[in-house]
């Protein structure tokens, strides 16, 4: 007994099993969590490490260079980079992407630990780089008269109530200075008392200190020991006594740290400023941790603000400036919207289709079982409900839905035909089996290669493509044991044909006597039909070039991410007015909701102070009448009033969905000399700029920083008997900002950092007047001992593969394609480069080209796959071809839709196009298969005949297939909500290549069919 005829004599378990895929299901959907992109390990691992005051060429040349040796020899690195700046370096190796990250961190692990650092370096900080931990919100803390109290009161309370809560993972002031011990030091007053910097920092160094003593037993009791040797407060560090000069002890004096410098609980460097509406602020970001659902983790973030807020000091408030979980709610929300609508559209077709409310129901109850079932493969497999996954169940309803059609129609026709309910259900449900079979195969040949496409966007596809073969497996399986019981039921309850029934049915009946005629012509002119819909494919592939290529369209999140920077070597302050003036010019444009400005790059001590971050909330779409591309065109135009400040913008389209820079243009120039690398990347930016090919263009290259080169007279140190390593540590400790110790407050430990205050230091002079002591003990200034000589140098230095490279970054022009602007980008760089200079497109430019390969090599699997799964279910190698003719078709519908209604060819495009490649079989599946069981039937009958007899009989079940996937998917195509960019294209495709494929299926695909007969092998009866 096959599952047919059991579920249809044992109705009760075919209910039990639909109950328990719905349930089931919902009970996984439930516990799932929600982000917008899948959640996977990115096999890239980032090494930073921090050397305060350190100049990039040092940091290259102390850190970095030592630190690429040791990785060179771990196993699978695709590629490494690395950046040097001021006090701090960072090292970025990707491996390939099959690599096991985690067992490459502990390989890297390894490898930094036999590396022996320079003195009074933190270990390197080893961490995988995952889009997936980049923070969800962005929010700010403001209102506080003293920046200092607002940062501790954030870091002793307010961070603490935000990172208990469930699901988050990191809650951190961004970039901002930390609480520390400062020690200012006036040199006058070391004048006064004969003493040097270093005198003061070794009296805090051999004073201040607190070690275990151990332990001794008295009697019956065991006592700990413990030397309180530390300072418990500024007061009592100012009060610590100065014992020696240099090597001598002090006598008859008493002088302590407070007599010659000021001591107080205050930050580090200032090197970053905030502000929201013009008030400072403090930044601070929110993670979630993996594989939780964001929308929660967001919304509980919000309530407990809200809660906190009465509880806040006076004047504080807080701002959520960028809270990305939103347009991941929206684009949900959405998403499972249009699978509603697509459903229930489906369910009017087909109740249009057949005229009958319980065939409509029948197939109602299919969408439900396979689409809910589906969530328990999902939640099993490790998956999200994410872009991927959601898009994938939405184009899935059209065809989880082909299968229920094509048993219920056929065992409709055998009802009508005078059968028993029962006996209609299992012939109708067996004769077109075969089709199904072959038909559900074939859509998963489609999707099966996508699952092992390469590279990150090949890890996303995973997911699409299990998501879509579940969901066409779980149909199948309930086509073949709860349509056939349901049907049976159904047509038991009501035995009569209503009027509405019988006028489709001589409606269908018209339609395919008419087909039929014309059918009688195509065949006739066979030959012409099939060369004439060749040359019209090949016609519609001149049309891809006149569609844009994009990796992903620019959408309208309500974002815009403004980045700024002031010429090299400006200081905070002058940025800081530089930032107020595009603050000014955002806040009075009517579509900008809020904002918040962060001025400075938090790195070391002269790193990144002339960076401006800025990201800008819009109104939301439905407020506004203006697309986020003409507000940004319009803060364009606005900025270049702003003198001395270069602005780039983008928006968050290609977010999570590649690592490196998100900007659709980007590529990175390689060569040995700085010089030329520089030339030549300006050269491409004017270019590109002059033929209007990017826009927003920059580069990750700063010349020009004003640097004070100290440089040693040897004979005059060696005559007044004066060690470089003494000059070099009253340098640290007086400009660098020298770290020495810590301190205990408020149960936590700071850092306690010596330095000379910057209102004393306003010149080269005033470096240049501080004295070092000599081998016997005198004071020697350092200008007998030093050059001081001011030039330019680079704010950083970027390598890739140990070869230093400059990257070049932007938008590309309003109503450029992204595939034409990196074609000319390419021809620029082939011209302009020297020999040994190389270049490489990276981020979601190399995304782009990663993507749109890795695509086409699958869809070119995906047929192959579906050619060979068709010849053993047809048993023939000529038959698939006729089958697969429908494909050409389809391409040539979607290109036509995308170039009609001026979308582009993007990643989501490609998603329409690969479920059309699995939709488009289907209808040429039926075809064949029917006329192959006609002719087996009749022994006699032939092709010319069979082709005539089976098509107009399943015209009406492939009518109603194209009609529920072209309806299915037209909700896709209307909307303006968010993420509306990237699902219209691909119900463009799916519509078009839909529409265009079924009315050339039905008369291509029997012309060919006849065609190919000519090569048939005859069937020999084998005698088993």
């Known amino acids: 007994m096959n599952l047919i005829d059991l579920s249809i004599r044992r109705p009760v378990f075919a209910w039990v099993l639909m109950f328990s895929l719905i349930a089931f299901g919902a009970i996984s959907l439930n516990r799932m969590g929600i982000s917008q992109m899948p959640d996977i390990d990115f096999p890239i691992l980032s090494i930073s490490v921090t050397y305060e005051g350190a100049a990039p060429e040092v940091v290259e040349a102390e850190l970095l260079d030592p630190i690429e040796a040791k990785l060179l020899s771990i196993e699978g690195i695709k590629e490494m980079r690395s950046v040097g700046q001021q006090g701090s370096g960072r090292v970025t190796l990707e491996f390939d992407i099959n690599r096991n990250v985690d067992v490459a961190l502990q390989e890297v692990q390894a490898a930094i630990s036999q590396l022996r650092l320079p003195t009074g370096i933190d270990p390197p900080v080893i961490r995988k780089q995952n889009p997936e931990e980049d923070p969800i919100i962005y929010l700010s803390v403001f209102g506080g008269k003293d920046m200092r109290d607002m940062i501790v009161w954030s870091d002793n309370y307010f961070l603490d109530q935000l990172r208990f809560l469930p699901g988050v993972g990191e809650v951190a002031i961004q970039g901002f200075s930390e609480r520390n011990l400062r020690v200012w030091i006036d040199p006058a007053k070391l004048k006064e008392n004969f003493l040097t910097v270093n005198d003061v920092v070794e009296a805090l160094r051999t004073q201040h200190i607190e070690s275990a003593a151990g332990q001794f037993t008295e009697e019956q009791r065991e006592l700990r020991v413990r030397w309180l040797g530390e300072a418990t407060d500024p007061k009592e560090v100012g009060n610590i006594l100065i014992l020696r000069r240099g090597g001598s002890i002090i006598f008859n004096k008493r002088i302590k740290i407070s007599d010659v410098a000021r001591v107080e609980d205050g930050l580090s460097d200032v090197r970053r400023l905030a502000r929201v509406d013009g008030t400072p602020a403090l930044n601070i970001t929110v993670k979630k941790q993996r594989g939780t659902n964001e929308v929660d983790v967001a919304k509980e973030v919000r309530k407990r603000l809200a809660e906190l807020k009465p509880n806040f000091p006076a004047g504080y408030d807080y701002q959520v400036n960028v809270d990305f979980t939103r347009s991941t709610e929206a684009t949900v929300d959405l998403t499972i919207e249009k699978l509603w609508v697509a459903g229930l559209i489906t369910i009017l077709v087909c109740f249009c289709f057949l005229g009958s409310i319980p065939a409509a129901v029948n197939i109602l109850f299919s969408i439900p079982t396979s689409i809910v079932g589906t969530f328990t493969i999902l939640y099993f497999s490790g998956f999200t409900l994410n872009l991927f996954t959601l898009l994938a169940l939405t184009l899935a309803i059209s065809i989880v839905v082909d299968d229920a059609i094509m048993l219920l129609e056929n065992i409709v026709r055998h009802f009508r035909m005078g059968k028993s309910p029962e006996k209609a259900a299992s012939e109708g449900a067996k004769e077109v089996l075969p089709a199904a079979i072959a038909a559900t195969l074939a859509v998963i040949a489609v999707f099966l290669p996508v699952i092992f496409m390469s590279g990150i966007i090949g890890k996303f596809f995973f997911q699409f493509g299990v998501t879509m073969s579940a969901a066409v497996l779980i149909s199948l399986l309930e086509a073949v044991t709860i349509t056939p019981m349901r049907s049976a039921a159904f047509l038991r309850a009501q035995p009569k044909v209503s009027k509405l029934e019988q006028r489709l049915d001589h409606a269908f009946e018209f339609l395919a006597h008419k087909y039929q005629g014309i059918l009688v012509v195509t065949l006739n002119w066979k030959g012409t039909i099939v060369l004439g819909s060749l040359l019209a494919f090949g016609a519609s592939m001149f049309l891809v070039r006149q569609v844009r290529q994009e990796?992903?369209?620019?959408?309208?999140?309500?974002?815009?991410?403004?980045?700024?920077?002031?010429?090299?070597?400006?200081?905070?302050?002058?940025?800081?007015?530089?930032?107020?003036?595009?603050?000014?010019?955002?806040?009075?444009?009517?579509?900008?909701?809020?904002?918040?400005?962060?001025?400075?790059?938090?790195?070391?001590?002269?790193?990144?102070?002339?960076?401006?971050?800025?990201?800008?909330?819009?109104?939301?779409?439905?407020?506004?009448?203006?697309?986020?591309?003409?507000?940004?065109?319009?803060?364009?135009?606005?900025?270049?009033?702003?003198?001395?400040?270069?602005?780039?913008?983008?928006?968050?389209?290609?977010?999570?969905?590649?690592?490196?820079?998100?900007?659709?243009?980007?590529?990175?120039?390689?060569?040995?000399?700085?010089?030329?690398?520089?030339?030549?990347?300006?050269?491409?930016?004017?270019?590109?700029?002059?033929?209007?090919?990017?826009?927003?263009?920059?580069?990750?290259?700063?010349?020009?920083?004003?640097?004070?080169?100290?440089?040693?007279?040897?004979?005059?140190?060696?005559?007044?008997?004066?060690?470089?390593?003494?000059?070099?540590?009253?340098?640290?400790?007086?400009?660098?900002?020298?770290?020495?110790?810590?301190?205990?407050?408020?149960?936590?430990?700071?850092?306690?950092?010596?330095?000379?205050?910057?209102?004393?230091?306003?010149?080269?002079?005033?470096?240049?007047?501080?004295?070092?002591?000599?081998?016997?003990?005198?004071?020697?200034?350092?200008?007998?001992?030093?050059?001081?000589?001011?030039?330019?140098?680079?704010?950083?230095?970027?390598?890739?593969n140990r070869r230093r490279s400059i990257s070049v970054y932007g938008n590309v022009a309003p109503g450029t394609g992204q595939s034409k602007a990196l074609a000319r980008t390419e021809e620029i760089l082939k011209e302009i480069l020297p020999p040994g200079y190389s270049y490489s497109f990276e981020g979601a430019a190399a995304g782009f080209a990663e993507a749109f390969g890795s695509l086409f090599t699958a869809m070119t699997v995906g047929i192959l796959v579906a050619y060979l799964i068709l010849a053993v279910q047809f048993n023939s190698f000529v038959h698939p071809i006729a089958v697969l003719m429908a494909l050409p078709f389809s391409v040539t519908g979607a290109i036509v839709a995308l170039w009609i209604f001026g979308a582009s060819l993007n990643l989501f495009s490609f998603i329409g196009l690969i479920v059309l490649m699995g939709i488009a079989k289907k209808n040429s599946i039926m075809l064949v298969e029917f006329t192959n069981q006609v002719r087996e039937h009749k022994k006699d009958i032939s092709p010319y005949d069979a082709l005539l007899e089976a098509c107009p009989v399943r015209l009406r079940p492939i009518l109603m297939t194209s009609v529920a996937t072209v309806a299915a998917a037209t909700p896709l195509v209307f909307g303006h909500g968010l993420g509306q960019e990237t699902r219209t294209p691909m119900g463009l495709a799916i519509v078009g290549g839909t529409i265009v494929s079924t009315v050339l299926t039905l008369f291509v695909v029997p012309a060919l069919y006849l065609e190919l007969t000519r090569v048939e092998r005859k069937k020999r009866e084998i005698d088993l």
């Open 551 to 800: 990796f992903v369209p620019s959408q309208d999140q309500d974002l815009i991410m403004v980045n700024a920077q002031t010429p090299p070597g400006t200081s905070l302050q002058a940025t800081d007015a530089v930032s107020r003036q595009l603050e000014a010019i955002a806040k009075k444009n009517p579509n900008v909701k809020s904002f918040f400005a962060s001025v400075g790059g938090g790195g070391g001590p002269t790193s990144g102070v002339n960076t401006i971050f800025m990201p800008v909330a819009l109104k939301p779409k439905a407020d506004r009448e203006r697309g986020h591309t003409e507000i940004m065109n319009d803060l364009r135009q606005e900025f270049k009033a702003v003198k001395n400040v270069r602005v780039t913008m983008r928006d968050t389209s290609a977010r999570n969905l590649t690592s490196g820079r998100q900007n659709p243009l980007a590529v990175n120039l390689r060569g040995a000399d700085l010089k030329i690398l520089d030339a030549k990347s300006n050269e491409l930016i004017d270019r590109l700029e002059k033929e209007k090919v990017g826009v927003d263009l920059d580069k990750d290259y700063r010349p020009g920083i004003p640097e004070l080169i100290v440089r040693p007279s040897r004979e005059a140190m060696a005559a007044r008997g004066v060690s470089v390593e003494s000059v070099g540590e009253v340098l640290s400790a007086a400009v660098g900002g020298l770290r020495e110790g810590r301190y205990t407050t408020d149960g936590r430990r700071y850092d306690i950092r010596f330095k000379i205050p910057d209102n004393l230091i306003q010149k080269p002079e005033d470096i240049t007047n501080l004295d070092v002591r000599n081998l016997p003990g005198n004071l020697v200034p350092l200008s007998e001992l030093v050059s001081v000589k001011e030039q330019s140098a680079s704010q950083s230095i970027n390598r890739i």
